[in-house]
């Protein structure tokens, strides 16, 4: 019995492959580093779901279509009840989609994840959604429309560096709980939902929310040893470091380290969290000699968010707007295998004579 999975395979794919021993992410092919800096959202949608909808579009005409149900997607806003924090808005908004195997639903997923997202941000804000705009791209329409103003190009490729960074990662378990639905067949929408509610667990897809804290908590590089020694000694865990599978620095955290850097460091926030960086690895190589703890994805991806406004409630949500692509594609490759996935469980309670 292996209760995190760790040995076992469950799926062959040819989506992505996460080698955590080398610190390697390819997907379809590609490095993640080659995709982070040369591709845009609409680029990795039609990467990941090729040869997995019939009739799927080239780039230009799916960018099309991904503009055209952002705008048909809006309605869904004011159908949402009050008091929803910002990942089970777009968890309740998503779960209004008309729910079947189709590129329309793939295409109304990843429309409705900035559409909500930013709408959810701008509710809690007391400010009504922006309606999107479907001429412009995914993701410098996701920036206007938290902001109403359209973004600076840099800013847009920041984020779509950020998405194509995130759109698959091997069977993680948001990816494999998706998986296990879409093999009910439930639809793609349902995988999307189940996706979402595991991504927002504080060890998955939680943890760049929490990095800021850990940053704001620390406040100054003289207080960096003192207050990580403090946290460690009580057991706590450091947000944005260590990982499952990876046995070396997170690739992911690099090609994310690339795109920050090219965004301006007006208040020094940036080397203030390389400093804090330096001092954690330090302490946990300390702690846990056998056990490499390398910076993961989430740290780079709370500092790239943070430069580019958007606020550290909307984290998950905006994570789960690149996944949704991997998940999506994970589903229909789940559903060509054509397996109902269905493990075993070994009885340790009483037997009915005990009982
Ligand atoms: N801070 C402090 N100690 C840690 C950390 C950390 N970030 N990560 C692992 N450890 C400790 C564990 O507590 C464990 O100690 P123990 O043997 O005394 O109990 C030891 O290091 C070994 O742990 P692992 O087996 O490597 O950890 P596991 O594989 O169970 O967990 C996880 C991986 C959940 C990511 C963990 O490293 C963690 O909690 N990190 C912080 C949260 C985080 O950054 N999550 C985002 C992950 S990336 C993603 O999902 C997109």
Not at 59 to 76: D, T
Not at 111 to 121: Q, Y
Not at 159 to 178: K, M, W
Request: charged share 25%.
């Amino acid at each position: 019995m292996d209760s995190g999975l760790e040995n076992i395979v469950a799926a062959e794919t040819i989506l992505s492959d996460v080698d955590g021993q080398n610190g390697r992410l390819v997907i379809r092919g590609w490095p993640v580093e080659t995709l982070a800096a040369s591709m845009a959202f609409e680029d990795a949608a039609h990467l990941l779901w090729d040869g997995f909808f019939e009739g799927l579009p080239d780039v230009p005409e799916l960018g099309a279509r991904i503009g055209a149900a952002r705008e048909e997607v809006l309605a869904l806003v004011a159908e949402l009840p009050a008091g929803l924090d910002v990942v089970s808005f777009l968890r309740a908004g998503w779960a209004l989609l008309p729910d079947d195997e189709s590129l329309e639903a793939a295409i109304r997923l990843a429309a409705a994840g900035p559409v909500l997202t930013a709408a959810a941000v701008r509710r809690g804000r007391g400010q009504a959604p922006i309606a999107p705009d479907k001429d412009i791209s995914q993701s410098a329409d996701f920036l206007r429309m938290l902001t109403g103003k359209v973004p600076d190009p840099a800013e847009a490729r920041a984020l779509d560096a950020y998405l194509v960074t995130v759109c698959d990662h091997g069977l993680n378990a948001s990816t494999f709980a998706s998986r296990v639905v879409a093999s009910t067949r439930a639809g793609l929408v349902s995988a999307a939902v189940a996706g979402i509610s595991a991504l927002k667990g504080p060890l998955h897809g939680g943890a760049p929310g929490p990095v800021l804290d850990m940053l704001d908590a620390i406040g100054t590089p003289q207080n960096a040893e003192t207050w990580i020694d403090g946290a460690l000694a009580r057991g706590e865990r450091l947000m944005g470091f260590g990982h499952r599978v990876y046995r070396v620095r997170d690739p992911r955290a690099d090609a994310l380290k690339v795109a920050v850097a090219r965004l301006p460091d007006t208040s020094g926030r940036i080397a203030f969290a390389e400093h804090i960086e330096g001092a954690v690895l330090g302490r946990l190589a300390r702690k846990y000699p056998q056990r490499r703890l390398e910076t993961n994805v989430e740290f780079y991806t709370a500092l790239l968010l943070e430069a580019l406004g958007l606020p550290r409630e909307a984290f998950t949500s905006v994570f789960a707007c690149g996944r949704v692509l991997g998940w999506t594609a994970h589903a229909r490759e789940q559903i060509a295998e054509g397996r109902l996935v269905r493990p075993q469980s070994v009885y340790r309670g009483p037997v009915p004579e005990a009982a």
